[in-house]
């Protein structure tokens, strides 16, 4: 399911928004991509943190690095 090494994919999420930062301009931008490239156990632990009545809910892109990094 997640057998790609966090290191890995986040090197390759950063190539992408680099080569492609034109499609990707805003912060919201970038947290939209990211978020779509999550799947699995990863996903599955985001969504509460993505819904509206978490006290900590991450809504931009440099917050939902930071958790991934956790």
């Known amino acids: 399911e997640d057998d790609v090494p966090f290191e890995a994919?986040?090197?390759l999420i950063?190539?992408?928004l680099?080569?492609?930062a034109n499609y990707?301009?805003?912060d919201r931008d970038k947290?939209?991509?990211v978020k779509?490239?999550?799947a699995g156990y990863t996903y599955r632990n985001l969504i509460p943190y993505l819904r509206e009545t978490h006290p900590e809910?991450?809504?931009t892109y440099s917050s939902l690095i930071t958790h991934l990094w956790r």
Do not use: A
């Open 9 to 11: 994919w986040y090197g």
């Open 14 to 16: 950063q190539d992408k």
């Open 18 to 20: 680099e080569i492609n």
């Open 24 to 26: 990707y301009p805003t």
């Open 31 to 33: 947290f939209l991509y």
């Open 36 to 38: 779509s490239r999550l």
């Open 57 to 59: 809910q991450i809504k």
